[in-house]
């Protein structure tokens, strides 16, 4: 029971808290959470829901090939965005390569801020000739164009790994890849949060009764350099899926066999001046609600966190 009633009392302070009275007053921060819920948990299910399984040959039929939406002539139920040459459905294609975008993303995202969160305290915590070296390497990454940075990584795992392990680990490698360019905003957060951290009272009180600057930073330093954190991976989020689309598009990304958003879309490319402009349209129009919705998102959470907006 005690610890039911401190859960909803914690709820209760949570909904009356500032943050969620400035989300009911933001009518575009609504509407994006409402859209990116709708496209999440239509991916989550999509077995559930999606006329087909793309991955399943038993269920693809090559005689469905290229049917248009269910709106025009010669369309057919229950292909409700039309089939790609394969046969595959449209609509479950988005569906399913939605999931993998969305997972590459979580991942990416993920990853880069383990690595930009324990270099950037490292950084901001040690100081001295660590925090040059590790600034500078950051500096060095960021003075190379990201895509070009992540079509090399790309391109690199996959010639070190054999033939038949590539398709198995392509999403592996996309991350990678992501994650590999994307960390130097997490610890440039990181390291001035810890700078301005370090000197406080409570840091300098920890050292003096001998806690380990290890545990100093993890227990002490990392709570309070969160928040920022939290809303630069928000704003990633969104560039992280559209990165892992660019790979896609250009051939260094998810197979034609696991199809991502991006995947989709340049397989879709191939066939739009042959009239089957529905392969590159619907995909990319999801893609872009995607990204949109996360990116309005981003720039709400931003502000509603901004004390001097306040």
Do not use: C
């Amino acid at each position: 029971m005690p610890a039911k009633s401190s859960a909803l009392n914690g709820l209760r302070r949570f909904l009356s808290s500032d943050l969620v009275w400035n989300f009911r007053r933001s009518p575009v921060a609504i509407i994006s959470l409402i859209v990116l819920l709708v496209i999440v948990s239509s991916a989550i299910i999509a077995p559930l829901i999606a006329p087909q399984n793309p991955y399943d040959l038993k269920q693809v039929f090559i005689d469905k090939a290229e049917l248009p939406p269910i709106w025009a002539k010669d369309a057919e139920w229950p292909f409700l965005l039309g089939t790609d040459p394969q046969g595959r459905d449209v609509l479950s294609s988005i569906l399913y390569g939605t999931r993998i975008s969305l997972m590459i993303g979580l991942a990416s995202v993920a990853v880069a801020m383990t690595i930009g969160i324990t270099i950037g305290l490292v950084s901001g915590f040690v100081g001295g000739w660590v925090d040059n070296l590790l600034m500078r390497f950051g500096d060095t990454v960021l003075s190379i164009p990201t895509l070009l940075v992540a079509i090399l990584v790309s391109a690199l795992f996959r010639e070190l790994l054999p033939p038949p392990l590539r398709d198995p680990f392509a999403a592996v490698i996309l991350v990678l890849a992501i994650a590999l360019t994307g960390w130097v905003q997490y610890a440039r957060t990181v390291r001035a949060s810890t700078m301005v951290e370090r000197s406080k009272e409570y840091v300098l009180a920890a050292q003096i009764i001998g806690v380990k600057p290890v545990r100093v930073m993890r227990r002490h330093i990392l709570p309070n350099t969160l928040t920022p954190v939290m809303v630069a991976a928000t704003l990633n989020l969104g560039l992280a899926i559209l990165s892992e689309a660019t790979l896609s598009f250009l051939g260094v990304g998810m197979p034609i066999t696991q199809p991502s958003l991006g995947t989709l879309i340049r397989i879709g490319n191939q066939y739009l001046f042959s009239g089957s402009w529905w392969l590159v349209v619907f995909p990319a129009i999801h893609l872009g609600l995607i990204v949109l919705s996360v990116n309005l998102l981003g720039d709400w959470l931003r502000d509603a966190l901004n004390p001097k907006l306040q």
